[in-house]
């Protein structure tokens, strides 16, 4: 795994945490547009941080794009509220495998219920396919009670067919340990 990728992977995980779009106090539940709102916010920060550009919408209606101060494309980024495993509803993947060929990698971001997160995982290597080009996969796994709780945040590296799971952590910030956010009742 290249080096800008690992980067990319570790300051967006950190940043999920900060200006999170709900209070374990006030808030608990955040609309689609909110969490719209917040993958931008991260991957701006993200982008920023590492020294790059981000611009939105751009590119074929890509959700982001990141580049250098030469304009050469680091990497797409799609997000989709929907399951992977609605594959025909779904299309983010198929878009950035078609553009694969133009950065350094791609990422999608997207949420998976943990009753279908294997069928979820599957459906996304099965439309990335064994390809040398890696892309990053954000899955948010929540637990429905009407509503979606959000549970864990895990990063997978595919390239060349084959999976790795790179991180694994809290979705909500106040359930890590130790940090700020913590809920200490």
């Known amino acids: 795994m290249k080096i800008i990728t690992k980067d990319f992977i570790t300051i967006f995980n950190a940043f999920w945490y900060r200006d999170f779009p709900l209070v374990k106090e006030l ?5 689609r547009a909110e969490w719209t709102i917040h993958l931008g916010i ?11 550009f981000t611009y939105f919408e751009s590119g074929g209606r890509t959700d982001a794009i990141i580049k250098n ?3 050469k ?10 399951e992977p495993r609605f594959k025909e509803k779904v299309n983010e993947v198929r878009q950035l495998h078609s553009a694969r060929d133009n950065c350094e990698f ?3 971001v997207s949420y998976s219920d943990n ?3 294997d069928e979820n995982l599957k459906a996304v290597i099965d439309q990335w396919g064994s390809v040398a080009e890696p892309l990053v996969l954000i899955l948010i796994r929540f637990n429905r009670n009407g509503r979606r709780i959000f549970d864990l945040m895990e990063t997978y590296h595919i390239q060349n067919g084959k999976v790795r799971k790179v991180r694994k952590q809290n979705a909500l910030p106040w359930e890590v340990s130790g940090k700020r956010w913590e809920d200490q009742r």
Request: contains cysteine; hydrophobic residues 35%.
């Open 106 to 108: 791609s990422v999608f």
């Open 42 to 52: 991260c991957t701006r920060s993200t982008a920023d941080l590492l020294g790059y």
């Open 73 to 82: 494309v680091i990497a797409h980024l799609e997000w989709e509220w929907k």
């Open 115 to 117: 009753r279908y997160h």
């Open 69 to 71: 101060n030469d304009e």
């Open 27 to 31: 808030k608990e539940v955040g609309s």
